[in-house]
């Protein structure tokens, strides 16, 4: 008996053994198969999608951004009630019950798209139905809120997600986000358990962009671009606005332009960003840096005197003329030059400089080179190789012979602006995480100095005299403001065989205002007017319009020409004194005119008041209310070289 | 047999302990069921501030605004000579 139970009582521990060593075998060593089992028994994986980043303007104006859309399919095998079916659909998607049924009718199929990327709402309104043999699949779609504004720069995203175009495609990388997959663990019901941070923490979302464009002048330059366009029967118009301190992209536009929430409806042609991607001659706005080269190297003064060979000039066999044949000038001041748009001046200019250096100078101001990293599909332009003939060297010289992006152009408009410093144009100024967290950070990069600050005054004050009177840019004048800038007529060159298309052009102006103290530069061009063909005629006026509102947004206070302003632009302490002396010998000999004095305006109203003062540029200081008693200056008193005056009123005469 | 009180308070204080143990692990897993759900009601919300920022930026797009206010608020635009009065020290209009 004894033996039995002690028999009885090994086995018994043997088997108690035998499994407390396979238990801790299981326990302590590591198996990969029993690993993933175990796995599979206890978590469950959840995937954080991602959603495309929003693009934003200037004051956080939203340009771009992703919203979940709900796209509704139907299992046609599991309707029972096809037609009931149908008619429900059709009240919540306002679309024909006989469209749904059409797909709904092959009952063998397993799977079909009723409608994609249907809005929250209408999904909630369908599940609401209860109807039975269809599903919603959760998809991501692109709005464009602002629909064609800043189009071409925005780009668009395909039906993959991904940026095929513009600012989409270029920061793609930035914009997709990542999805991220998680393993948690799961209860009984497998609903996750909390016990991943990563949850809360971790954000699948692309990173948000930044851009520094304002929405409003963005859509005041769209707006007057589609204006010329129509009133001149043009082909396109691009126009670029930079912000001339920093060249910083306020504005960039090209018409015709397209929706990006439907960018298969336009043509291929119309939806890359033309103000980067197609280069033209510029025709006369490269006169400019023509004799920026001239001042630079010291050879020509503005004062100093051209003979324009009475409208003809032959080199060679080839004879140069001026823009307007009607012209026949003799001798031209450099400022002249510049006012009148002579080629003629021009070209003799360039041929006194030299080709090396005048190409020289054109790539200092950053022609045939790329400038942003921000713009896709950004050309160099055409600048041709040394050596250039006579009449070659000629014709760039007037901005012919040469290709040139309309950003190119107003880039280097800004360094004479800015006084004399190319800076890199940039779009993009920052790029944040979806707690505005700055991932990346832009801004202002100088690229080299371009020109003195004193040949960059120099260059102001003659862009200035070009929209006085008898210059060819008055039209680009705004009232209240200097405006500098050179107005520009290019024969447009042949897409098929070589010379110039007959009666085509490019009208352009390229500016800044105001003219003493740079705020933003422009640049408008307008291809194949018919109406009128003439930059001064067909560009300057859209220069002007959007000039005088971008500096009505933002309360730029109008310049009066003064002593002080026009000392301001130049920093040289011998020009300031000499033009000290010279203002004050004027100021000596003026007479004050009647018309110069305070006139009588005792016991008038307001708008009595603001009648006759009208026309003579004062700010009015009003101070009480009723009728006018007093006035600073005082009646007779002169009006020359005073800002603004100040007027008394009373509520009663007495 | 003398009732001993230091061994019913340690019993009792282990009970208490392993019931405090089950509690919290309890309350821990109902909140992570808390929070998940309302982690999930965040989400909508989000999703629904997303698409009422769209409406917005859609209702005041610069190009939606003007029409409005020229055909509602007979907005116009100022002309060259025209006079604006806007309010300076000391008077109203």
Redesign the interface.
Known sequence: MKIRISLLFLTFCFVWISLLVRTSYLQIFPNEKLSKLMDKQSQTAITLNNRRGKIYDRNT??LA?S??SYSLYADPSLIKEQNELSRSLSKVLKIKASSISKKIKNTKKKFVWIQRRL??AKMEKIKELKLKGIGFVKEAKR?Y???K?LSQVLGFVGSQGRGLEGLEAKFDEYLSGKKIKLKLQK?ARG?????NGK??TESPDGYDLHLTVD??LQ??LE?ELLKAVEDFSAESAVGVVLEAQSSRVLAMANIPNFDPNYPLRTAAQFRRNRSVTDPFEPGSTLKTFTLAAALKEGKYQPNSRIFCENGKFKIGRRTISEADSKHKFKWLTLSEVLAKSSNIGTSKIAIGLGAASIKSHFLDFGFYQKLSTDLIGESRGLLPKLPWKKHLLANISFGHGIATTPLQIANAYASIANGGVLKKPYIVESITDGTNRVIEAYGPKSIRRVVSKEVANKLRILLSQVTLPGGTGRNAQV?GYPVAGKTGTAQKVKTNGRGYEPGAYISSFAGFVPANSPKYVIYIAVDKPEKAFYGSEVAAPVFSRLAKYAL?KDSSAPVMVNKKNILAINTDTKVIQIKKNAIEKLESNVKVKQWQRMPKLTGLD?REL?KRV??QRLDI?????GYVFATEPKEGESLLHRKAIKVH?KKAME | MRFNGNSFLSILLIIVALFSLVFFKMEQ?R???E??QL?RTEKIHQ??L??Q??AF??L????RV?KYAKTYWALQR?Q??Q?I?IQ?????F
Do not use: C, H, M
Request: net charge positive.
């Open positions: 104006k939203e951004a919203i979940t809005p929250q709005i809120p602002n629909e504004l209860d609903r996750p358990l909390l016990i949850v809360f929405l409003d859509y005041q707006k009232s009505l307001l603001i009208k026309g200081q009003v101070l009480g209310k009123f | 897993r909140l992570g069921y929070v998940w982690s999703e629904k997303r698409a920022n769209l930026a859609k005041t797009r610069p190009e003007e100022a060259q000579s006079i009065q300076t020290i000391g008077i109203q």
